[in-house]
Structure formats: C-alpha cells, structure tokens
Nanobody, 124 residues
Framework: QVRLVESGGGLVQAGGSLRLSCAAS????????MGWFRQAPGKERECVAA????????YDADSVKGRFTISRDNAKNTVHLQMNSLKPEDTAVYYC?????????????????WGQGTQVTVSS
C-alpha cells in the first residue's frame, strides 16, 4: 500500500505560480512511476505530467508544456509539480498518483494509488 498526500494548492491570479508537492509513504517510493492528474467540474480526469521511477523520463501534456514541470526526489519520497504562467483553464482538483509499472503512464487506469487531491483555482 502506498499513501499519497498532496499539498500546495490554493487561489492564485492568472500569470502566477504554484508548486504542488506529493509526499509518499508505505512502500519504496523509487519503485513507482508517478503522475499528476487534474479534474475540472464536468470534465474527465486528465494527466498533466508524469515521471519515470528514476526521473530520467517525463511527459507533459500539450496544454501545460513549457509552463509546468514535474520532478521527484527519491531520497525524500516526494514528487513536485511546478506550475508557472497559470491560466484560468488550469483551475481543477489536482491529484498525485503512483503506478507499479516502470514506464511513464498517462491514463488513469494505469495508476494503482491516488492521493485525495488539492484544489487549484486561477482567477482572471
């Protein structure tokens, strides 16, 4: 079992920045590829960024490319999402997720464990 706890969400003006963090506990963190997903009201959950177990491979959705950066610190069992140049359309609940399979994944069903989510609201 892996427990994931997100933090760092909040209210920010358009153009601002936030840094989300996800703290993992329970199993060897470096055995899991990680992802950040978001879900806005009435929309499907989508992957915004993902990272391999070692951190050597990453994925960024086209909608956030150049603005969001995913990173991980296996020594501290954490994964981060740095979000810059935020837009109102980035408003959503953001979820951290972990998957046993090593390769980067972008589909929700690939992930085995999920955090409770953190709200990000971007005002115009």
């Amino acid at each position: 079992q892996v427990r994931l706890v997100e933090s760092g969400g909040g209210l920010v003006q358009a153009g601002g920045s936030l840094r989300l963090s996800c703290a993992a506990s329970g199993r060897t963190f470096s055995n899991y590829a990680m992802g950040w997903f978001r879900q806005a009201p009435g929309k499907e959950r989508e992957c915004v960024a993902a990272i391999s177990r070692s951190g050597s491979s990453t994925y960024d959705a086209d909608s956030v490319k150049g603005r969001f950066t995913i990173s991980r610190d296996n020594a501290k069992n954490t994964v981060h999402l740095q979000m810059n140049s935020l837009k109102p359309e980035d408003t959503a609940v953001y979820y951290c997720a972990a998957k046993r399979i090593a390769r980067v994944g972008i589909l929700p069903y690939e992930y085995d464990y999920w955090g409770q989510g953190t709200q990000v609201t971007v005002s115009s």
